[in-house]
């Protein structure tokens, strides 16, 4: 089983979302990050930006508008 870390960064800094997160789903909200024994945490108008399998982060970040 894999668990992995979720960060976001924003203005070159980067701040812990979720630790040990089993499930990531993106949504039209944004991503939605779960684990075992917490409630899941919306993290609104976020974009995967990478996943890194051999560190176990996955890094969220700020999502480009879209154009009209």
């Not at 812990?16 to 684990?35: K, P, Y």
């Not at 917490?38 to 974009?47: I, M, N």
Request: charged letters at 30%; one cysteine or more; a negative charge.
């Amino acid at each position: 089983m894999c668990q992995m870390n979720v960060m976001f960064e924003h203005d070159g800094e980067q701040e812990q979302v979720m630790e040990n997160a089993i499930r990531l789903e993106v949504t039209g909200e944004g991503v939605l990050v779960s684990t075992f024994f917490e409630e899941p945490k919306l993290v609104r108008k976020a974009r995967v930006k990478s996943i890194d399998f051999l560190g176990g982060t996955v890094t969220l970040d700020n999502r480009v508008p879209e154009r009209d």
